[in-house]
């Protein structure tokens, strides 16, 4: 069957396409090129609309154990945000931490196709890609964490051949169906369970005297040679830590020119200028992720009012519990592996803090020159919920609403800001590229992202509306392999989105040293450690897409 | 990637290395299992647990309707009818694995029902705190390599998981030195089994024999004399208050010490503040060093429905779609205050690990869904044989540490279906 999308604006940047008039041909889920005097089946007419591929977050805590201790820990996210079900959907429920089904139609409804899980810990992976099989209609992923397992931290400290170690990230991504590699707060989770309580950039690991930076630069070269797409996803030392944006610029200068991407980097942004000590980094950071190519970044925005934060960082979480509200929270040490902290949060316009953190966020967006290496993220849920982006886009693009805005916060933290004297308002192309072009091609996928002949035809239509949230809120249509899934906002048929995962190659022979650390160490065999591709697919829950990886590099 | 040589069956069929147990919520997955003349062996790694429940003779016992053998779609197309009859069904027990799980929450939406597992009100004495205050935390690979001082509070761990002492506190090798140092091994609380905390790695065992209703004191007076409280008195929660200085001086000596309780156990009234003064003791003493709790329990898959439970519907259990939408109330949809109170009138019982995982007694019609020879005080009017997971069919499960979960394997030919297929028939039959 042949689907016509006709005379729709298509803002599709993988491809040089800003804006033009064209029409967009789909048959079998995939964008085509028909011969001239096809039939065309179906038709939707598109004048005056907005087209852009299917929106992507690159970096969305939607599945693993921290997202469920989040929900089991705040019933009161949830309670008077209960959805009934539907004909089609699933009832769910929640606001900063929503049910697995409840999250997936929501990253449909907002006209995104595909959403990606930062911090799964290798020995959750089940649960985490389970919680994935559960949510529906989006494509998903996954990032592995290494840097705190105690397998690697001994590799390191024992100096491991480099060939061994980069077979151990390999078969860790194979092992865990992950994507991508992420490090939190490198070797920082593990420290804190030797009583660390803080780990900066070259201070020692108590234990195996390695240092973040080694850390950093092993798992970034070896991410690298290993050909994997994505860079190593970096949540740096010291998060939240005023004074911190002085560790993310020297992260940034000790990169070696290898490819790194660093997240939430607001959080890593702070200053200790003025009577607070706590002052906006933002325009330090931005110039040295300008003049640093090999640099990608999210943002991780703060969205003022309630939330939870769901993080792997044990150590920086402990220090924030007591700023949790309400006052409850969970930190926890998990199986030599990683950890994870869960600790509700509310950002308040009035505070200087919280309202100092929402312009950091803007001023990186507004100050990044290059939207290609800077993502659209509120680091879901802990800098807000993804629902919040929207606003967060209309706040890009308007400036006139921005200062609206100003004016409500806490005022004293806009003069250790530059937000105010920042006049950028970014366009519907710089937008396609934050939210679609270029977390595809920093994922490294390769179908999805654009509108290409040949790509998944993951399709989002807008009402081309001056009030851009309202726009961005309720897509008109959206298309998922080419089928109709949601027309003005609501759900029309519910599919199962792929899981995406890069399968970088490795040595069979790692099995032999890893067998015997798990079978000395840990209360897992290996052989039930490793995820097969059965337990996705499931029975047709799911289905796994590989991405290409480059060739490995010895 | 390839299956290594150990995951396949040698002796011809039936002979399984790694295999996971779902018979306590430990899930040791080191067991090997043959053949027997009349099913399955564990040959290695076995503990009373799992020898029980991987010997248990298959049973291909049919479905029944007032306990006449019936043929599987009429019990089904009746299950069906009752569901939709009910005004407000109870989905309980739930012993069962992830797809288990997965379709009860499917059919309690769609038949507007409350969801529950038999073993809530254990699992909400934890819940109650991690909704109120929260906690610090470890699994089980992190205290079998890092603590060097276990207090084992109120819970007969040994008799809950016959191998939990053999292999996370007595272990030999430990990730962090080739000598480890000694372990301490508290236990506080009376009658508790000791017998299996043995070996090299044990130096001294103390005993601190109170009452269990008492060790919320006992723990609460600890942080208040970390805060700097004096407590006078000659006792605390009916120890000599010496056993309970030394016993603080101990913790704070630690390098990672962990409390480990089964809330099964401390089955006494308000029990929740028992755990809640665990976790608070835990969260002030790790403002200076490393200590965690460690919950254990978690038996006839309560962690795998507490948690499918919770990402699917946002809650813990206690949930009730009655409305469409899942409704929360820990006091209100308690399963076994709403059939004292008669509140429902229709209970599916689903219990596929145990034999022992029995119904409640009441007269409210019931379905039940259960492993052959279930223990049953009254006739269903319903009842269909379901298989085991890990033994009859493949599936996951969830370890009472709610962070690793383990592939369930099938390892037998086995004519009993699995639960999720037979409740997705009758949420298809609605």
């Given at each position: 069957?042949?689907?016509?999308?006709?005379?729709?604006?298509?803002?599709?940047?993988?491809?040089?396409?800003?804006?033009?008039?064209?029409?967009?041909?789909?048959?079998?889920?995939?964008?085509?090129?028909?011969?001239?005097?096809?039939?065309?089946?179906?038709?939707?007419?598109?004048?005056?609309?907005?087209?852009?591929?299917?929106?992507?977050?690159?970096?969305?805590?939607?599945?693993?154990?921290?997202?469920?201790?989040?929900?089991?820990?705040?019933?009161?996210?949830?309670?008077?945000?209960?959805?009934?079900?539907?004909?089609?959907?699933?009832?769910?429920?929640?606001?900063?931490?929503?049910?697995?089904?409840?999250?997936?139609?929501?990253?449909?409804?907002?006209?995104?196709?595909?959403?990606?899980?930062?911090?799964?810990?290798?020995?959750?992976?089940?649960?985490?890609?389970?919680?994935?099989?559960?949510?529906?209609?989006?494509?998903?992923?996954?990032?592995?964490?290494?840097?705190?397992d105690d397998y690697f931290l001994r590799q390191l400290a024992g100096k491991s051949d480099f060939s061994a170690i980069k077979d151990y990230i390999a078969w860790t991504m194979h092992a865990a169906q992950a994507i991508a590699v992420k490090v939190v707060n490198p070797g920082g989770i593990s420290a804190f369970k030797f009583n660390?309580?803080?780990?900066?950039?070259?201070?020692?690991?108590?234990?195996?005297?390695?240092?973040?930076?080694?850390?950093?630069?092993?798992?970034?070269?070896?991410?690298?040679?290993?050909?994997?797409?994505?860079?190593?996803?970096?949540?740096?030392?010291?998060?939240?830590?005023?004074?911190?944006?002085?560790?993310?610029?020297?992260?940034?200068?000790?990169?070696?020119?290898?490819?790194?991407?660093?997240?939430?980097?607001?959080?890593?942004?702070?200053?200790?200028?003025?009577?607070?000590?706590?002052?906006?980094?933002?325009?330090?950071?931005?110039?040295?992720?300008?003049?640093?190519?090999?640099?990608?970044?999210?943002?991780?925005?703060?969205?003022?009012?309630?939330?939870?934060?769901?993080?792997?960082?044990?150590?920086?979480?402990?220090v924030n519990t007591r700023s949790a509200d309400p006052k409850k929270w969970v930190v926890m040490d998990i199986e030599c592996d990683a950890g994870c902290g869960v600790l509700p949060f509310k950002y308040r316009d009035k505070s200087y803090v919280n309202a100092l953190q929402w312009a950091i966020g803007l001023e990186l967006f507004?100050?990044?020159?290059?939207?290609?290496?800077?993502?659209?993220?509120?680091?879901?849920?802990?800098?807000?919920?993804?629902?919040?982006?929207?606003?967060?886009?209309?706040?890009?693009?308007?400036?006139?609403?921005?200062?609206?805005?100003?004016?409500?916060?806490?005022?004293?933290?806009?003069?250790?800001?530059?937000?105010?004297?920042?006049?950028?308002?970014?366009?519907?192309?710089?937008?396609?590229?934050?939210?679609?072009?270029?977390?595809?091609?920093?994922?490294?996928?390769?179908?999805?992202?654009?509108?290409?002949?040949?790509?998944?035809?993951?399709?989002?239509?807008?009402?081309?509306?001056?009030?851009?949230?309202?726009?961005f809120a309720t897509p008109e249509l959206l298309f998922k392999n080419g089928e109709l899934i949601v027309r003005n906002g609501k759900i029309v048929k519910v599919v199962n989105g792929a899981t995406h995962v890069a399968r970088p190659a490795y040595d069979a022979s790692i099995e032999k040293p890893l067998k015997a650390y798990f079978?000395?160490?840990?209360?897992?065999?290996?052989?039930?450690?490793?995820?097969?591709?059965?337990?996705?697919?499931?029975?047709?829950?799911?289905?796994?897409?590989?991405?290409?990886?480059?060739?490995?590099?010895? | 990637?390839?299956?290594?040589?150990?995951?396949?069956?040698?002796?011809?069929?039936?002979?399984?290395?790694?295999?996971?147990?779902?018979?306590?919520?430990?899930?040791?997955?080191?067991?090997?299992?043959?053949?027997?003349?009349?099913?399955?062996?564990?040959?290695?790694?076995?503990?009373?647990?799992?020898?029980?429940?991987?010997?248990?003779?298959?049973?291909?016992?049919?479905?029944?309707?007032?306990?006449?053998?019936?043929?599987?779609?009429?019990?089904?197309?009746?299950?069906?009818?009752?569901?939709?009859?009910?005004?407000?069904?109870?989905?309980?027990?739930?012993?069962?694995?992830?797809?288990?799980?997965?379709?009860?929450?499917?059919?309690?939406?769609?038949?507007?029902?409350?969801?529950?597992?038999?073993?809530?009100?254990?699992?909400?004495?934890?819940?109650?705190?991690?909704?109120?205050?929260?906690?610090?935390?470890?699994?089980?690979?992190?205290?079998?390599?890092?603590?060097?001082?276990?207090?084992?509070?109120?819970?007969?761990?040994?008799?809950?998981?016959?191998?939990?002492?053999?292999?996370?506190?007595?272990?030999?090798?430990?990730?962090?030195?080739?000598?480890?140092?000694?372990?301490?091994?508290?236990?506080?609380?009376?009658?508790?089994?000791?017998?299996?905390?043995?070996?090299?790695?044990?130096?001294?065992?103390?005993?601190?024999?109170?009452?269990?209703?008492?060790?919320?004191?006992?723990?609460?007076?600890?942080?208040?004399?970390?805060?700097?409280?004096?407590?006078?008195?000659?006792?605390?929660?009916?120890?000599?208050?010496?056993?309970?200085?030394?016993?603080?001086?101990?913790?704070?000596?630690?390098?990672?010490?962990?409390?480990?309780?089964?809330?099964?156990?401390?089955?006494?009234?308000?029990?929740?503040?028992?755990?809640?003064?665990?976790?608070?003791?835990?969260?002030?003493?790790?403002?200076?060093?490393?200590?965690?709790?460690?919950?254990?329990?978690?038996?006839?898959?309560?962690?795998?429905?507490?948690?499918?439970?919770?990402?699917?519907?946002?809650?813990?259990?206690?949930?009730?779609?009655?409305?469409?939408?899942?409704?929360?109330?820990?006091?209100?949809?308690?399963?076994?205050?709403?059939?004292?109170?008669?509140?429902?009138?229709?209970?599916?019982?689903?219990?596929?690990?145990?034999?022992?995982?029995?119904?409640?007694?009441?007269?409210?019609?019931?379905?039940?869904?259960?492993?052959?020879?279930?223990?049953?005080?009254?006739?269903?009017?319903?009842?269909?044989?379901?298989?085991?997971?890990?033994?009859?069919?493949?599936?996951?499960?969830?370890?009472?540490?709610?962070?690793?979960?383990?592939?369930?394997?099938?390892?037998?030919?086995?004519?009993?279906?699995?639960?999720?297929?037979?409740?997705?028939?009758?949420?298809?039959?609605?």
């Open positions: 069957m042949l689907t016509k999308l006709t005379g729709g604006k298509v803002y599709d940047p993988e491809n040089g396409i800003d804006g033009e008039v064209r029409d967009i041909f789909i048959e079998n889920g995939r964008i085509v090129s028909p011969s001239p005097n096809a039939r065309v089946d179906h038709e939707y007419p598109l004048h005056g609309r907005v087209v852009m591929a299917g929106g992507i977050d690159p970096h969305t805590h939607i599945g693993g154990g921290k997202v469920t201790i989040a929900r089991m820990l705040m019933p009161e996210d949830h309670i008077g945000h209960e959805v009934a079900g539907t004909e089609l959907t699933r009832p769910g429920v929640g606001h900063a931490i929503p049910s697995t089904l409840t999250a997936g139609y929501r990253y449909a409804e907002m006209g995104y196709t595909a959403a990606f899980e930062p911090a799964m810990l290798p020995s959750n992976a089940r649960q985490a890609h389970m919680e994935l099989g559960d949510t529906p209609i989006v494509d998903k992923g996954a990032f592995v964490m290494l840097g705190s660390q309580r803080k780990l900066d950039l070259d201070e020692k690991h108590a234990y195996y005297g390695v240092t973040p930076r080694d850390i950093i630069l092993t798992l970034a070269r070896g991410v690298q040679e290993l050909g994997v797409v994505h860079p190593i996803h970096i949540h740096g030392c010291n998060l939240g830590v005023p004074g911190g944006v002085e560790t993310t610029l020297a992260t940034i200068k000790g990169s070696e020119g290898l490819p790194i991407h660093l997240t939430h980097i607001q959080f890593h942004s702070y200053g200790t200028e003025g009577d607070m000590k706590f002052s906006s980094g933002a325009t330090r950071v931005a110039e040295a992720v300008n003049a640093n190519k090999n640099v990608s970044i999210d943002v991780g925005q703060v969205m003022f009012g309630q939330t939870c934060t769901a993080s792997g960082d044990t150590m920086r979480q402990f507004l100050l990044v020159n290059d939207p290609w290496r800077l993502f659209l993220t509120t680091d879901h849920p802990n800098g807000g919920p993804f629902t919040c982006y929207p606003h967060l886009i209309r706040l890009l693009m308007d400036k006139t609403f921005r200062q609206e805005m100003m004016r409500t916060i806490n005022q004293d933290a806009l003069k250790w800001s530059t937000l105010a004297s920042l006049d950028r308002e970014y366009t519907l192309y710089e937008i396609a590229i934050m939210t679609r072009a270029g977390p595809a091609r920093s994922l490294g996928l390769k179908d999805r992202g654009h509108l290409g002949v040949g790509a998944s035809a993951d399709i989002t239509v807008y009402d081309d509306n001056p009030d851009r949230e309202a726009m079978d000395d160490y840990l209360t897992m065999r290996m052989e039930n450690f490793r995820l097969p591709d059965d337990e996705i697919i499931d029975r047709g829950r799911g289905s796994i897409v590989i991405q290409p990886t480059g060739a490995r590099a010895s | 990637m390839q299956d290594l040589k150990s995951e396949q069956s040698r002796n011809g069929a039936n002979h399984f290395e790694n295999v996971a147990c779902p018979f306590c919520g430990i899930l040791c997955d080191d067991l090997e299992i043959g053949p027997s003349a009349t099913g399955l062996k564990v040959l290695k790694n076995g503990c009373p647990k799992s020898v029980a429940g991987f010997e248990r003779p298959l049973v291909e016992a049919n479905p029944q309707i007032d306990g006449k053998d019936v043929p599987l779609d009429e019990a089904v197309a009746l299950a069906a009818k009752l569901i939709r009859e009910s005004r407000l069904p109870i989905f309980g027990g739930l012993g069962t694995d992830i797809d288990g799980m997965r379709a009860i929450m499917k059919i309690a939406e769609r038949g507007g029902g409350v969801v529950d597992h038999a073993l809530s009100e254990a699992q909400y004495r934890n819940f109650r705190v991690l909704q109120s205050s929260g906690w610090v935390l470890t699994t089980l690979t992190e205290a079998r390599n890092r603590a060097d001082l276990f207090i084992i509070a109120g819970s007969d761990i040994h008799e809950i998981h016959p191998r939990f002492f053999e292999r996370v506190v007595c272990n030999e090798a430990s990730m962090f030195s080739d000598a480890p140092p000694k372990r301490t091994v508290v236990f506080l609380g009376e009658g508790l089994d000791q017998s299996a905390v043995t070996g090299k790695r044990i130096g001294e065992i103390v005993n601190l024999p109170c009452k269990a209703d008492r060790i919320g004191e006992i723990l609460d007076a600890m942080r208040a004399m970390r805060k700097g409280a004096t407590i006078t008195g000659d006792t605390i929660g009916g120890l000599p208050r010496a056993a309970v200085e030394d016993l603080l001086a101990r913790c704070n000596a630690a390098t990672y010490g962990v409390i480990a309780w089964a809330a099964a156990s401390l089955a006494f009234p308000n029990a929740d503040l028992t755990v809640q003064a665990m976790s608070e003791f835990l969260k002030e003493i790790n403002t200076t060093s490393r200590f965690a709790g460690l919950t254990l329990g978690g038996d006839e898959g309560s962690p795998t429905a507490g948690s499918v439970c919770a990402w699917q519907s946002g809650f813990p259990l206690r949930v009730s779609f009655a409305n469409g939408k899942p409704e929360y109330d820990s006091e209100r949809y308690d399963m076994m205050r709403m059939l004292a109170a008669k509140e429902s009138d229709l209970l599916l019982w689903l219990a596929s690990f145990t034999p022992d995982l029995s119904p409640p007694d009441t007269d409210v019609p019931m379905i039940v869904l259960g492993t052959p020879g279930i223990k049953l005080s009254r006739t269903p009017k319903i009842y269909i044989p379901v298989g085991t997971p890990g033994i009859d069919h493949a599936g996951i499960i969830i370890r009472v540490d709610t962070v690793v979960s383990l592939p369930l394997r099938k390892l037998r030919k086995s004519k009993l279906p699995r639960a999720a297929d037979v409740i997705a028939s009758i949420e298809a039959a609605l």
